[in-house]
T-cell receptor, first 113, second 115 residues
Framework: NAGVTQTPKFQVLKTGQSMTLQCAQDMNHNSMYWYRQDPGMGLRLIYYSASEGTTDKGEVPNGYNVSRLNKREFSLRLESAAPSQTSVYFC????????????FGSGTQLSVL | DAKTTQPPSMDCAEGRAANLPCNHSTISGNEYVYWYRQIHSQGPQYIIHGLKNNETNEMASLIITEDRKSSTLILPHATLRDTAVYYCIVRVARQVYNQGGKLIFGQGTELSVKP
């Protein structure tokens, strides 16, 4: 089992460029999440998908869009990257129920110049 | 979901117990307490969770006060590899398929284990 896989691991963009961060999980989890983490700060929720076919905004959704492509995959898109979006992005997933452990990917380090 | 308050940093001597507090005074009766940790530049890792009884697993123990307004994560014999940021989260556990909700992390406690 690979768990939660994020691609790419590193990316450098110029201001205004677009890109999609990919996330896939092989644990048959219902819910998936995108977080960002900036230096010295905790994790902030961007968007989440409670189940296949649904997405909802988190704490900091501006400048991002998401797609829950199927049960396995949840992508995060930056349509017009800005330097303020320089961050480490983490994808996570969980199985709904009383034991909702979050499983995280290893992160994508994004720099916007 | 209830808000949590944690000290920003703590130190612990290697081999001693690390006791990390978390205040969640507005917790509701159906909200669980979860603990995660994040070792530098890695994705966060689940540690333990509980509702009202104390819990123990191979990584740690979780002590929840009787009024459930606070909890303590205990690492019984801290090692240098336990140096990390520890996050306390409270949230409702959803048992219905389409009622998964957002999980909000706070600032956490940066634990430094020193030789």
């Amino acid at each position: 089992n690979a768990g939660v896989t994020q691609t790419p691991k590193f990316q450098v963009l110029k201001t205004g460029q677009s890109m999609t961060l990919q996330c896939a999980q092989d644990m048959n989890h219902n819910s998936m999440y995108w977080y960002r983490q900036d230096p010295g700060m905790g994790l902030r929720l961007i968007y989440y998908s409670a189940s296949e076919g649904t997405t909802d905004k988190g704490e900091v959704p501006n400048g991002y869009n998401v797609s829950r492509l199927n049960k396995r995959e949840f992508s995060l898109r930056l349509e017009s990257a800005a330097p303020s979006q320089t961050s480490v992005y983490f994808c996570a997933s969980t199985l709904l129920g009383t034991n909702e452990k979050l499983f995280f990917g290893s992160g994508t380090q994004l720099s916007v110049l | 979901d209830a808000k949590t308050t944690q000290p920003p940093s703590m130190d612990c001597a290697e081999g001693r117990a690390a006791n990390l507090p978390c205040n969640h005074s507005t917790i509701s009766g159906n909200e669980y307490v979860y603990w995660y940790r994040q070792i530098h530049s890695q994705g966060p890792q689940y540690i333990i969770h509980g509702l009202k009884n104390n819990e123990t697993n191979e990584m740690a123990s979780l002590i929840i006060t009787e009024d459930r307004k606070s909890s303590t994560l205990i690492l019984p014999h801290a090692t240098l590899r336990d140096t990390a940021v520890y996050y306390c989260i409270v949230r409702v556990a959803r048992q219905v398929y389409n009622q998964g909700g957002k999980l909000i992390f706070g600032q956490g406690t940066e634990l430094s284990v020193k030789p």
